[in-house]
Nanobody
Framework: QVQLVESGGGLVQAGGSLRLSCAAS????????MGWFRQAPGKEREFVAA????????YYADSVKGRFTVSRDNAKNTVYLQMNSLKPEDTAVYYC????????????????????WGQGTQVTVSS
């Protein structure tokens, strides 16, 4: 089982950038596809981005496409979310999660597919 710890959140002005990190433990990290999710106050958790276990394939929610970039470093057991051109509506707690994958693909992930979550990292974008 992969244990995950998110970090890198903070307060930023609209138009600014942040890079989130998700550090994973476990020897099979490189065989997991990874997803980023977020939950804004009063809203359900939603999918943001996914990356395949090699890092060669990515998938984004329409709301972040062109602004966010997901990447991973399997040698460091870490996945990243580079967020540019941030908007106030990006304000949320951001979470990562892992899913074992038979194939090196990235696709939308449903938060309902995951039974446990880390503490997440708060991102606040001021207008």
């Amino acid at each position: 089982q992969v244990q995950l710890v998110e970090s890198g959140g903070g307060l930023v002005q609209a138009g600014g950038s942040l890079r989130l990190s998700c550090a994973a433990s476990g020897r099979t990290f490189s065989r997991h596809s990874m997803g980023w999710f977020r939950q804004a106050p009063g809203k359900e958790r939603e999918f943001v981005a996914a990356i395949s276990w090699s890092g060669g394939n990515t998938y984004y929610a329409d709301s972040v496409k062109g602004r966010f970039t997901v990447s991973r470093d399997n040698a460091k057991n870490t996945v990243y979310l580079q967020m540019n051109s941030l908007k106030p509506e990006d304000t949320a707690v951001y979470y990562c999660n892992a899913r074992t994958a038979l194939f090196d693909i990235a696709q939308i992930m449903s938060p309902a597919d995951f039974g446990s979550w880390g503490q997440g990292t708060q991102v606040t974008v001021s207008s």
